[in-house]
T-cell receptor, first 109, second 113 residues
């Protein structure tokens, strides 16, 4: 069993929809990272959180430490949100990350 | 700041050839790492460094060498390329004082024939 699981693996949505991407992990962590990778492109850090909730524009990330679960929400989705969203965790203040396999999001106009 | 830079962007090698993937960062980050990304799999750590002169193995180190002679540079060497090393390689950097927020390079797409 992977230490970091993401669901769903693929998601297709219509422009304007509210989207939720889930991440579950099985180890104790010091921080959880959400990353975005556009097709053929590099990887960008969206959020890093160890508790509660963070918001940036139309993106909201939440984490529940007790349940070992995090969600990334996208409000008013747009075709430019089409990308692979990757969840990763770091443990005990370590610099090493463990990654999920990513979730491919396609937002159709 | 240029951030994290990687060269080359694309490379084709024949089995048995050697080459070095270059990675540099200008943010004075102490931590640098190399990952490979393969279809259907998450990013996997090859080697990492917590500072100049210090390197360690990650999850999939076989067939790769690294060195860290300066804070800025962290090259990845393929000693004798194999088709199994066909992948996209990403270099990343971070620093402890920003809780290891990751900054990634643009990636190198390597094909070994």
């Amino acid at each position: 069993k992977n230490e970091v699981e993401q669901s769903p693996q693929n998601l297709t949505a219509q422009e304007g929809e509210f989207i939720t991407i889930n991440c579950s992990y099985s180890v104790g962590i010091s921080a959880l990272h959400w990353l975005q990778q556009h097709p053929g492109g590099g990887i960008v850090s969206l959020f890093m959180l160890s508790s509660g909730k963070k918001k940036h524009g139309r993106l909201i990330a939440t984490i529940n430490i007790q349940e070992k679960h995090s969600s990334l929400h996208i409000t008013a989705s747009h075709p430019r949100d089409s990308a692979v969203y990757i969840c990763a965790v770091s443990q005990g203040g370590s610099e090493k990350l463990v990654f999920g396999k990513g979730m491919k999001l396609t937002v159709n106009p | 700041n240029a951030g994290v830079t990687q060269t080359p962007k694309f490379q084709v090698l024949k089995t048995g050839q050697s080459m070095t993937l270059q990675c540099a960062q200008d943010m004075n980050h102490e931590y640098m790492s190399w990952y490979r990304q393969d279809p259907g799999m998450g990013l996997r750590l090859i080697h990492y460094s917590v500072g100049a002169g210090i390197t360690d193995q990650g999850e999939v180190p076989n067939g790769y060498n690294v060195s860290r002679s300066t804070t800025e540079d962290f090259p990845l060497r393929l000693l004798s390329a194999a088709p199994s090393q066909t992948s996209v390689y990403f270099c990343a950097s971070s620093m402890r004082t920003s809780s290891y927020e990751q900054y990634f390079g643009p990636g190198t797409r390597l094909t070994v024939t």
